[in-house]
């Protein structure tokens, strides 16, 4: 996997915070991650960022909604999208779709998802033993410390932590989708990663404006050989005791 280390700076230690940690574990009763590659210049699209929506309460899930830059144009330029998106979902797709990537393009534990919704979502990969946890100071910035183990494979297996937001909507004014309003859930603000196993601490700049009520930190660990996704704990920062809210 490439390093996609948007808006995010690792830190060699972590300063304590004012405001109350919140820590999450992952073991074998792990969450699913899924991905969804999309844009607000894509017509066929909406109607799969409103299928990501449904899954936003349900438990079990943890959705990332990556918007890619290769639909953005001089009528409209997606505000999330980002080269960082797409090389991501390059990567992804060299796995099992021998590198074709399209909008929207769905996967689930890091495995293509092909003619979803109708077909069964792809076999998860089994989370074996490995465990990850993270911890998060919601302060001016967001601070997490991220410690994952695994007794197989640690050499190919990789740590990333995203920062998501959530009720976000736009009414696009060209391209495709021009005259519509769009809403997103579980949109990527920020992508810090990978990381080798062990336990690191990473700092997350957040966007302007980003509303901390809304957003979510998502960590997960990926086999970096076969783009398994093996483990997964999220953080809803309105969890979060004294967290800020701009």
Same mark, same amino acid.
């Given at each position: 996997?490439?390093?996609? =280390? ?6 060699? /230690? ?6 109350a ?6 073991? +074998? ?11 607000? *210049?894509?017509?066929?699209? #909406? ?9 936003? &309460?349900? =438990? ?13 144009? +001089?009528?409209?330029?997606? =505000?999330?999208s980002?080269?960082?998106? @797409? +090389? ?10 021998q ?10 534990? *890091? ?8 077909a069964?979502?792809?076999? !998860? #990969?089994? /989370? *074996? &033993?490995?465990?990850l946890s993270?911890?998060?100071? !919601?302060g &001016?910035?967001?601070?997490? @410390?991220?410690? /994952? ?16 937001? &959530?009720?976000? +909507?736009?009414?696009?004014?060209? *391209?495709?989708?021009?005259g ?14 990978p990381f080798?196993?062990?336990r690191?601490?990473v700092?997350?700049?957040? =966007? /302007? ?5 809304h957003?979510? !930190? ?7 050989r ?12 309105r969890d979060?005791?004294?967290?800020p809210?701009?």
């Amino acid at each position: 996997m490439h390093a996609l =280390p948007l808006l995010a700076t690792p830190l060699i /230690a972590l300063a304590t915070a004012a405001s109350a940690a919140c820590v999450a574990r992952g073991d +074998a009763a792990r969450i699913h991650l899924v991905e969804l590659y999309t844009s607000e *210049g894509c017509s066929s699209c #909406p109607p799969a960022e409103r299928w990501l929506s449904t899954l936003r &309460d349900k =438990p079990g899930y943890a959705g990332l909604e990556f918007h890619v830059d290769y639909w953005d144009s +001089a009528e409209w330029r997606d =505000p999330y999208s980002d080269a960082r998106h @797409t +090389a991501r979902q390059k990567a992804e797709a060299k796995f099992a779709l021998q590198g074709r990537i399209y909008t929207p393009q769905v996967f689930v534990d *890091g495995r293509a998802w092909k003619n979803w919704p109708k077909a069964p979502p792809p076999q !998860a #990969p089994d /989370a *074996g &033993d490995v465990t990850l946890s993270m911890e998060l100071e !919601a302060g &001016d910035t967001l601070e997490a @410390t991220l410690e /994952a183990t695994a007794a197989h494979a640690q050499e190919d297996y990789r740590m990333y932590v995203a920062l998501t937001e &959530d009720g976000l +909507a736009n009414t696009i004014t060209g *391209g495709e989708n021009r005259g519509a309003t769009l809403a997103h859930d579980g949109v990527v603000r920020a992508l810090a990663g990978p990381f080798a196993l062990g336990r690191t601490g990473v700092r997350l700049e957040t =966007p /302007a404006g980003l509303r901390r009520e809304h957003a979510n !930190a998502v960590a997960f660990v990926q086999d970096e050989r076969r783009g398994d996704v093996v483990q997964v704990v999220r953080v809803r920062l309105r969890d979060c005791a004294g967290a800020p809210t701009p």
